[in-house]
């Protein structure tokens, strides 16, 4: 029978750390992944990129988190961005400081955050094996013993369970840790996907698909009421508004869906310019050119792309002179600019959500050590946990703290 003081189920960010810290502290680890290498989905973290932490302090850091940033507090206290910064730096990854408090590997390439992260803990003596897809956790007298792959048992004190969430099940994250953790009487908070493009029915996002909008403010509605705004850039896709602003939005509008609320978004297009200031643009540049086409001038206010879709959404004729232009018709102009609506229709599915929400309820797990509540030597680790944060290099924090302090925890002298 094969025997380990810990077994890490999924070599993803939290597993590749829990494994790593385990391994420092004198633990014979052996790192479990279902995939035929470590690390996929790290690999296409921030564009490939790897956007891998973020320089807020704690207590700004949290209010990024849901449901409940303060769980994290505990583990943040032992593990944070310093000491990942310290760590890339220590095994050659040189990293860099970016808009938005936002580091990423100077090399601009994920791959060399996994190699380095593999390398790390295959130097501590962490055994890999690829291609073991864990079915279950095997517990003999209420106890737990170890894992099971198949028929196969393999012995361990600690389990620490870090098979991430549902979003892009190509990765290997397939939800298996949900059943483990509900297998040992854990609840599981609904899981839904986050960070996710919003669906709409409007004709629009169709005609301006790959169109990237900078410095434009999106506000979601309920009923004619302000529930959240994001400044920032946006995109299109083919029926659905895409980008960090509506990717970060979409984390309270995914859930108001699910409650039956009616949500619209609506694009401010000027946000530097209030409806008045907006006229006098409008004026002044139809005024200096009354015998000029119209949308030779309202090209100026616009990007290219959107000149016809707006000129075809608003009505209006761009052959016709700036001069024949009527107040009412300004008027529909400045509501369109300062007011693009977007009725969101729903969300779209885990293959385009960046991240989990929902998942092993936090009440259940010691914030300290993250060992389960509900079965002594069990843990949990990264996006199985119910919490996950808005973009900005949050997630992998959160990855890389929870997988420190599970693999922390382990007791080496007292096997
Ligand atoms: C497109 C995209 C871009 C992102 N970009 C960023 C970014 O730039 N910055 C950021 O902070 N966050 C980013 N995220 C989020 C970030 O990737 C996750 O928060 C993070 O990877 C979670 O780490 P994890 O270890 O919990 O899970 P994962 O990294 O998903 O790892 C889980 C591992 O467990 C394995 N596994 C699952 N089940 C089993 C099983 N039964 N047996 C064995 N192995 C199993 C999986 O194959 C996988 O390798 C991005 C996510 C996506 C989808």
């Known amino acids: 029978m094969e025997k380990y003081s810990v077994i890490v189920i999924g070599a993803g ?42 320089d807020l302090p704690v207590d700004e850091f949290i209010t990024k988190v849901f449901p409940n940033g303060r769980f994290l507090r505990n583990v943040f206290s032992q593990y944070y961005n310093e000491q990942f910064l310290a760590l890339m730096n220590k095994l050659g990854v040189k990293t860099v400081l970016e808009r938005g408090g936002r580091y990423f590997p100077e090399s601009q390439l994920a791959n060399d955050v996994v190699e380095a992260l593999q390398n790390w803990v295959r130097k501590l003596g962490v055994e890999i094996r690829n291609d073991y897809n864990v079915d279950s956790l095997w517990i003999e007298e209420g106890k737990l013993k170890g894992v099971q792959i198949q028929q196969k048992k393999i012995k361990a004190k600690y389990v620490i369970v870090a098979t991430g969430g549902l979003s892009y099940p190509v990765t290997g994250s397939t939800g298996d840790g949900y059943k483990l953790a509900e297998s040992v009487g854990h609840t599981i908070v609904s899981t839904r996907p986050a960070l996710v493009p919003l669906e709409t029915d409007s004709l629009l996002p169709s005609k301006l698909a790959k169109l990237a909008l900078k410095n434009v403010n999106a506000i979601v509605w309920q009923n004619g009421k302000k529930l959240a705004e994001e400044f920032g850039e946006m995109g299109f896709a083919p029926s659905a508004l895409t980008g960090p602003i509506i990717i970060t939005l979409s984390r309270i509008v995914v859930d108001a869906i699910n ?47 959107m000149v016809p879709v707006l000129l075809d959404y608003l009505g209006l ?81 959160i990855a890389w703290s929870t997988g420190w302090v599970a693999g922390n925890a382990v007791e080496v002298n007292k096997e």
């Open 317 to 397: 004729d761009g052959d016709k002179e700036c001069n024949q232009i009527t107040a009412k018709e300004r008027k529909e102009i400045r509501k369109a600019f300062k007011s693009l609506p977007f009725k969101i229709t729903g969300y779209q599915s885990w293959d385009k959500a960046v991240i989990t929400a929902g998942g092993v309820k936090t009440s259940e797990i010691n914030p300290k050590t993250l060992e389960s509540k509900k079965m002594p030597g069990l843990y949990f680790a990264g996006e199985v946990i119910d919490v996950d944060a808005v973009t900005g290099g949050f997630n992998l924090q």
């Open 13 to 54: 960010a939290s597993g590749l750390m829990a494994a790593g810290r385990a391994a420092e502290k004198g633990a014979k680890v052996l790192l479990l992944e279902k995939m035929k290498r470590p690390g996929r989905k790290l690999m296409i973290t921030g564009k490939g990129r790897c956007n891998i932490t973020n």
């Open 259 to 305: 409650e039956g609320k009616e949500i619209e978004i609506t694009i401010d297009l000027k946000p530097a310019l209030d409806d008045k200031k907006l006229d006098n643009r409008f004026l002044r540049d139809l005024e200096a050119n009354p015998k000029k086409k119209f949308k030779s001038i309202f090209s100026t206010w616009l990007p290219s792309q």
